[in-house]
């Protein structure tokens, strides 16, 4: 039965638990009820992690993986799906198997490849499980732009490809959009191109959508990338189109790191309710003023 109008939006994420709330299924709950969204969740792997570091993964039996989303898309309709962390090959065989089921349905797919502090969570076959099997099913990939340079490496006689040759061959693979981020790369401010068909979704043609300037700011951050990906999948969840979706997206995740907070040792964390706070937080702070730029 469809949702009642009075109903919010709903979203499926498929992610791993992090303790520390940073990141994975924690951040991508937070970031989808912000945003007016039910969020449902699908746990792929157990972490044992801080705001520092990730010291352990166990990912959940893929059979598991499979009965948690089943049992819940009987019972309820949804408007998009989110991927993160998927823990194993045989979860993203699972995960593929469940969403080819609802060709219609979003999905957002942040390829989680390294942690914030740049551990390495996933090897060679993961990746290859993730290029054959779930990036064609995706809506919107969501790669930094190292990520981007890792899931196509191979392909291109050079070391370090331009992230439009990236974007290109992530495209080819079948995915429909891809927005590459610029936290890594060495520019004054941070700049995300959203790349895919070019003159609507129909076009045949694949090139620049979109590209957004944000100030650069000074922290470094834990679970920015599960923020953006889940804030692209309520947008889309609450009507908007891809282009327009992917904007206000930025922008929410842009504000969470403006008035980010470090409650531990490590990582600032995003506050993604930081429009329900009456004032600017007190104390010790992540980010400074300043506005995205549209180029």
Known sequence: MPNSPSSPPIVLVFA????????????????????????????????????????????????????QA???LEDMTVDAFKIGLVGSVENVQAIAEVVSDYPDIPLIFDPVLAAGNGDDLANEELIAAMRELLIPQTTVLTPNSLEARRLV??????????????????????????????????????????????????????G??????????????????????????????????????????QEYTWNTLKYAFRPGMGQYIPDRFFWARQAEPSGESGGESGGPQES
């Open 16 to 67: 791993g638990s992090d303790p520390s709330g940073g990141a994975g299924v924690q951040a991508d709950l937070m970031t989808l009820a912000s945003l007016g969204c039910h969020p449902l969740s699908v746990i792929t792997a157990l972490t044992i992690q801080d705001s520092a570091r990730v010291e352990a993964i166990d990912a959940i039996d893929a059979a598991w993986v499979e009965d």
């Open 70 to 72: 089943r049992q819940v």
């Open 153 to 206: 490496a191979g392909q291109f006689e050079e070391e370090d490809p331009s992230l439009e040759l990236c974007a290109k061959a992530l495209l080819e693979m079948g995915g429909e959009y891809v927005l590459i981020t610029g936290t890594h790369e060495n520019t004054q401010q941070v700049v995300n191109q959203l790349y895919g068909p070019v003159g609507g979704p129909d076009s045949n043609d694949l």
């Open 208 to 249: 620049l959508v979109r590209s957004d300037a944000w100030t650069r700011l000074p922290g470094s951050y834990h679970g920015s990338g599960c923020t953006l990906a889940s804030a692209i999948a309520a947008t889309l969840a609450n009507g908007l189109d891809v282009p327009a979706a992917v904007r206000e997206a």
